[in-house]
């Protein structure tokens, strides 16, 4: 037990300054692979119904409008939640966390499974987000606190953002091969033996890691941070559909860019805040951050400008669509094995740079696409090199976020880094569809959105080079 700040904290996992063993033991590899694959299944959840959200409409009698409420009120939760859901891990116990989230993910996923109806089916989707806000940060933080600073945790790190990504991918692959050979209720029902299977295990590996003597939650900055990030994710998902002139998501999102002044206001003088000030003003939580809003809005964003292209330009089938981004995932898995060594060589800002640069190389080269199937000579090639680009600038940004901070604080980085992450998930696609749709034509729409694209991930890069130090934590 150690004091820190007032503060008495119980915990059997190395602490900030103990340099901890120089290999994985035998029970760090044990929570690595309970993490790791929690982990992956919430990626798999983002786009797994993607492919078969038109089918779903059919078979439950969703409206055309009300279809896009199937991902929606995922999104929503799922970015609004997780800094309070971060903050609540550090209070309360981040294991206890982690396995009420993956609970409430299972049952969540049976309902959704069983679904008879849009309102219930809604209903699962939002329960299913909430649990993915509260086991992305404090599964992440379970694993930065279980891992000491540099390369183990760099490793860990690494393997967490490649099989992120890839779930991501793969999401997209699976959905559309159970739909087809099975039914759209396995992309729910698959959830189900996998949650049962870590909370089995889980309590056996994880270690529990709270404070003996519990600060008070900071009601009033959870209320102002849940509900205005929950406002900006409406208005952008609102304007993604209905274009950035619509009226009710502008009002949305200026509500939602008031409450976060407000939550700014709140933190400074309340006496437990949610995101202490002194945190912020960390240049690699500040800078680190934005870097990360960026490389997830991205990269994702990408992945449907290029299904539009394949679908839309080249004629594939959604399930042809989504098999041609498995060059995407084996890109990801490959930078995310190579980042943290290009980590401990160069230092974390030469990462991140690196990261952002091959990034955008490759999204450049997608500026020639054509109309003809000879295009994917070079669309298959740039989103897997795109791919390993944004792996090594992903994890760059996840080590860069979360380092340097004492463990009862590491519930809030990671909550803070997870946020960055469910927010650029979510914003991209909105983005990029506004850009696209706002061109004439699908194939230019298409170009002038890569453009925009490449353009924020030079942004990136251009952040690491201005606002960040590099440091060599290897």
């Known amino acids: 037990m150690s004091v820190v700040d007032g503060v008495a904290e119980r915990s059997v996992l190395p602490g900030p300054g103990d340099p901890g063993p120089a290999r994985l033991t035998s029970r760090m590899r044990l929570t690595l692979v309970v993490l790791l694959v929690a982990q992956f299944m919430l990626a798999v959840d983002f786009s797994i119904l993607n492919v078969a959200l038109p089918v779903i409409g059919r078979g439950l009698g969703f409206s055309l409008s009300g279809l896009q409420w199937i991902a929606t009120a995922f999104a929503l939760c799922a970015a609004g939640f997780t800094l309070l859901f971060g903050r609540v891990a550090d209070l309360f116990g981040r294991r206890r966390l982690f396995l009420g989230g993956l609970a409430v993910l299972g049952l969540a996923s049976l309902a959704g499974g069983l679904a008879t109806g849009p309102e219930v089916l809604v209903a699962a989707r939002v329960f299913q987000g909430l649990a993915t806000a509260a086991v992305t940060p404090a599964g992440l933080s379970l694993l930065t606190t279980s ?3 540099g390369p183990l945790r760099q490793k860990a790190l690494g393997l967490n953002g490649a099989l992120m990504s890839a779930g991501f991918t793969t999401g997209a692959v699976l959905g559309g091969v159970l739909t087809d050979l099975l039914s ?40 102002t941070v ?20 619509d009226p009710a998501a502008l009002l949305v999102l200026a509500v939602g860019i008031v409450l976060l002044i407000a939550f700014h206001l709140v933190e400074r003088r309340a006496p437990a805040p949610l995101v202490p000030a002194a945190v912020l003003r960390r240049r690699t939580v500040a800078w680190g951050n934005i870097a990360g809003v960026l490389a997830f809005l991205t990269e994702t964003s990408l992945v449907f400008l290029m299904t539009l292209y394949l679908q ?23 930078g ?9 060589r160069t230092g974390t800002r030469t990462a991140l740079i690196t990261g952002a640069l091959v990034q955008a190389a490759a999204t450049a080269a997608l500026l020639a696409l ?3 199937t000879q295009s994917l000579a070079l669309l298959l090639p740039a989103t897997f090199v795109g791919g390993v680009g944004n ?3 992903i994890v760059g940004f996840m080590v860069t976020a979360t380092s340097g901070l004492p463990d009862r604080e590491q519930g809030m980085a990671t909550g803070l880094a997870t946020m960055s992450q469910q927010i650029g998930i979510t914003m991209g696609t909105p983005i990029m569809s506004a850009i696209a749709t706002g061109a004439s034509g699908i194939l230019p729409g298409v170009r002038t959105a890569v453009a925009a694209d490449t353009a924020l991930v030079l942004a990136a890069a251009l952040i ?6 590099d440091r060599r934590t290897g």
């Not at 849940?226 to 002139?245: D, N």
């Open 391 to 393: 792996m090594v600038l």
């Open 226 to 245: 849940t509900l205005g990030l929950l406002a900006v994710v409406l208005g952008f998902t609102r304007a993604g559909e209905h274009g950035w002139g």
């Open 336 to 344: 995310g094995t190579l980042a943290p060594r290009v980590i401990a």
């Open 147 to 149: 891992f000491p600073e």
């Open 370 to 372: 054509g109309t003809g």
């Open 464 to 469: 690491a080079t201005v606002f960040l130090r």
């Open 184 to 223: 759209w209720r396995w992309s729910f029902f698959i959830n189900v033996p996998v949650a049962a299977a870590v909370l089995v295990i889980a309590p056996m590996i994880l270690a529990e890691s709270r404070p003996e003597v519990r600060p008070r939650l900071d009601l009033p900055g959870a209320l």
């Open 312 to 334: 839309q330009v080249l004629g594939f089938s959604p399930l042809a669509a989504g098999l041609s981004f498995g060059v995407l995932g084996l890109g990801t898995v490959l």
